[in-house]
């Protein structure tokens, strides 16, 4: 093969691996966004389904708490949730400050999954145990939260303004809601309500990064390999030909 030839095929092959590039982070962020979105509904909605199909009385089929549903019937479908997010966070690469972030998420979700949150009635080990799950989980979602407050928004680009408005608020969504399940846990605010405030605020907080997420999947697939410096990808040198004097520098 002539020098030529090498070097007509060298940038469309170059420009198609980042097309791919784009593809796989576009898969994982809509992985964590709908993981996000679905498993808020899927944990009260299946154990009911559950008990409907056993025949037993559906009272208190709403978890007092996200975490407390491993407790329940849905204990198989919290932990697998927690275990794919782990997964694909830790799988996520962007950039060097996004790829530390996710991985950082990604552990902290499989230690959500791997430490259970303390029962009714705990030993002492399951409430060290329990300890260990909310700094886990608050480091989670804080780091969640991050994202949409620093990864997502990218106001030196042409994102356009409403769209960066959007991920500030998802972020700070995230973290008031986080806020105010940590205050009705501490207070027991709700404790007799058939649905616990806890679980509506944590229910806030995971839809807010599951929503920020699918829209940055969204945004980033829209690009479609654009230039550097487009709203979708902040960051990468995605659809910049090998050969050109942006790619080089």
Sequence with gaps: MSDDLRSERTPDSAQQQNIQDERTVSFLR???????????????????????????????????????????????????????????????????????????????????????????????????????HLVFASLLFVMLALFCLYSFRNP?????????????????????????AAVCGLSGFGADWAVRPMYLCEWVATWAFGAAWIGAAVELAAGHGGRAGSGALPRQAVGIEAGSPEAQT
């Design 156 to 180: 030196r680009s042409a994102q356009p303004a409403r769209v960066g408005a959007a991920y500030l608020a998802a972020g700070v969504l995230i973290l008031v809601a986080l806020l105010a």
């Design 30 to 132: 809509f992985g964590v966004g709908a993981i996000g979105v679905l498993l808020p509904p899927a944990l009260p909605v299946g154990n009911w389904l559950a008990d409907e199909v056993m025949g037993r009385g559906t009272d208190g089929f709403w978890p007092a708490s996200m975490s407390a549903a491993y407790y329940t019937g849905t204990r198989n479908v919290l932990v697998g949730a927690l275990c794919a997010l782990g997964v694909f966070l830790i799988c996520y690469r962007f950039d060097r400050r996004d790829d530390r972030w996710s991985t950082a998420a990604g552990v902290f979700a499989l230690l959500v999954a791997l430490c259970p949150t303390a029962p009714g009635d705990p030993t002492e080990v399951q409430r060290v145990v329990g300890v260990f």
